[in-house]
């Protein structure tokens, strides 16, 4: 049996899609979370450069020769979290997952949204953040999770994700 990460490659490499590197750090992020989440939850990919590891663990990968689909549930960096909490906050019966870089942390919109999902207690809500140590211009200067994140009683469901590509933990 074929393993996503072999599909992947192969579908990079015949179709030349970009940002094999992005798709391969998120891939077993998504992996997990599919496996777990109920049909109705969504799951918010805010590295939108890594979409065609989305589309496959949703079995929507195009063939070789066709179009891509449009994805319905993904965002450009840094606007995935704050686009979510509205939707979270109206629909407290749903689970959002968010996929976030670790890079995206360095700026403060998933700050902002992050200190409102504590401040609204919004617990319908999982952040995922690859951490591959790296970013558009190089590598990340920090090893931890992003300062000052923690998991309190009443707060938002944070998941730290440590393995990278070149990781294996």
């Keep these: ?37 109920r049909p ?16 496959l663990v949703e079995g929507r990968l195009p063939g ?15 606007t995935a979290l704050p686009f979510v909490l509205g939707k979270a906050f109206l629909n407290p019966h749903l689970m959002f997952y ?3 870089g670790d890079g995206e942390w360095q700026e403060g919109a998933n700050w902002e949204a992050y200190m409102l999902m ?3 207690r919004i617990v319908n809500v999982a952040i995922y953040v690859d951490h591959n ?8 200067n920090y090893q931890g999770p992003p300062l000052g994140i923690h998991r309190g009683n009443k707060g938002p ?13």
């Design 98 to 100: 968010v996929i976030t």
């Design 64 to 78: 070789f020769n066709e179009p891509p689909p449009v994805p319905e549930v993904f965002c450009s960096l840094g």
């Design 40 to 55: 109705e939850d969504e799951v918010y990919l805010s590295k939108a450069h890594a979409i065609t590891a989305q589309l």
């Design 118 to 120: 504590e401040r609204l």
């Design 1 to 37: 049996m074929t393993s996503n990460l072999e599909k992947l490659k192969e579908y990079h490499r015949k179709t030349g899609a970009t940002h094999y590197f992005s798709s391969q750090s998120v891939l077993p992020l998504l992996e997990r979370i599919y496996k777990n989440k």
């Design 157 to 169: 469901d944070w998941t730290y994700h440590y393995k990278g590509p070149d990781d294996d933990s």
């Design 133 to 140: 140590k790296k970013q558009a211009m190089g590598k990340l």
